[in-house]
Structures are given as C-alpha cells and as structure tokens.
C-alpha cells in the first residue's frame, strides 16, 4: 500500500502506476494499492549481463524486460528465462544483520533480494558460500540451482573482524603488562 497527499501542490503529486488502484477512503491521504509489486525475496531464472549502472537502466526499462522472470546482474553469464516459473523464496528470519531464505528452485537461476547491495554481506546456499552479485543497479542476487532449499546472509564487515582482531590484541596485551 501506498499513500499520498490530496491538498499536495501539483509539483508534488507523484506518478501512479500501472496496476495501482486508489481504495475508497482517501480523505486527506489517498491510499493506493499496487496488486503487481515485486516480493522482496524471489527467483528468476533470465538473467541479463551489463557493464555499467547506464547499460543496466537502459535493461531495465527495455520493453523486452520481464521483471518478474529476469534480473539485470553485474556480472555472471546471461541466459534467457525458464518457460516454466523459477520457482519460491520465502523468507524465513529476518535480522538487521542475518537473513535466512528458504528456497524451491524449478530451474537454475538467481535469487533476488530487493535488500541494498553493500559490502560486508556474506552469502551462503545450503551452508556453502556463494557470490552475492549486484542485482537490478542496487539489489543483491545469487544463483541458485534446484535441489537447492536455504540460502542465508549474514551481514560480517571486514572492519567488524578488524575491530574484533585488535580488541583481542588488546586484552592479550593488557593480560601480559597484568602478569609482568
């Protein structure tokens, strides 16, 4: 759902979208409903590979671009989508630094997380470690197979195992200057 401002300024108002309907009570706050969002965890089986953020929004508004089949990805090797669905993600924990997905792949193909592409997430599928890809310019992806059933990501910055290696220095340090 969404909602905006009716007495809103006409430099304001906001672009409605396909699919978007506006529920009955609206009176200050128009309430709009888009029955074709994207869940935040999915799988698509198409892939498209692009260079640049440039070739990756020229992808993503292309006519040809189905999003609900396909992802537009960093790198990887592109491929066209499945004719059958990819198959179902659903999110099974959620944490500000752990996420646990569970999976059904029909088809070889991509896990899609509308989450923010940062550095510091680490990715695994059934316990393995696997390459988080930049997905759709800002998003996170990774491939996923069938027979394939959790994926999880767990957010472990390089300067968090920094921090950890230099207070237990610290300690160490701190124990022997004890001793001495």
Known sequence: ????????????????????????????????????????????SGAVVVDDDAAALAALRSPRFDRETMAVL???????????????ATIAADTPDYLRIEIAPAV?????????FYPGWRASVDGVEREIVR???????????????VVEFKYRPL???????LSAAAAVGLAMVGLI
């Open 159 to 165: 300067s968090f195992r920094g921090g950890l290696a």
């Open 135 to 149: 997905a759709n310019i800002a998003f996170r992806a990774v491939e996923v197979r069938p027979g394939d059933r």
């Open 108 to 116: 070889p193909g991509w896990l899609v997380l509308a989450d923010s």
């Open 1 to 44: 759902f969404l909602t905006d401002w009716a007495g809103a300024p006409k430099s304001l108002v906001r672009r409605h979208y396909a699919g978007e309907d506006t529920l009955p009570l609206h009176d200050p706050f128009p309430v709009h409903e888009n029955d074709r969002f994207l869940p935040r965890a999915r799988l698509v």
């Open 74 to 88: 960093a790198s990887g090797s592109p491929h066209p989508p499945a004719t059958s669905p990819a198959g179902t």
